[in-house]
């Protein structure tokens, strides 16, 4: 299974963003919950946003208000609004499935960088 992320890039603050994250491959298995994390220089990647498969999303207070997460099913396909971004949410953002079936079963993608100047 692969998952290509697309969409990152130099965006001045309060500008916007939109990630997209395609799976691709032997996706034998249900997709349960699928992610977006985070990796800002010099700091640990941290939970962004998550969505289940039947929609519920849960967000970091920090992009709370600001960023939505949202998926395709049929695309095997998630995605990141983002929207009135600050310096600080500037990292590589990464996107994340489980299993529906069995939570073990994961995979990451490789990571977009969104960069976002002062």
């Known amino acids: 299974v692969q998952l290509q992320a697309s969409g990152g890039g130099l965006v001045q603050a309060g500008g916007s963003l939109t990630l997209s994250c395609v799976a691709s491959g032997s996706i034998f298995f249900e997709i349960g919950n699928m992610a977006w994390y985070r990796e800002a220089p010099g700091k640990q990647r941290e939970l962004a946003a998550v969505?289940?498969?039947?929609?519920?999303?849960d967000y970091a207070d920090s992009v709370k208000g600001r960023f939505t997460i949202s998926r395709s099913n049929a695309k095997n396909t998630v995605y990141l609004q983002m929207n009135s971004l600050k310096p600080e949410d500037t990292a590589v953002y990464y996107c994340?499935?489980?299993?529906?079936?069995?939570?073990?079963?994961?995979?990451w993608g490789k990571g977009t960088l969104v960069t976002v100047s002062s």
């Open positions: 994340h499935l489980i299993s529906r079936q069995d939570s073990a079963i994961s995979y």
């Open positions: 969505i289940t498969r039947d929609g519920n999303t």
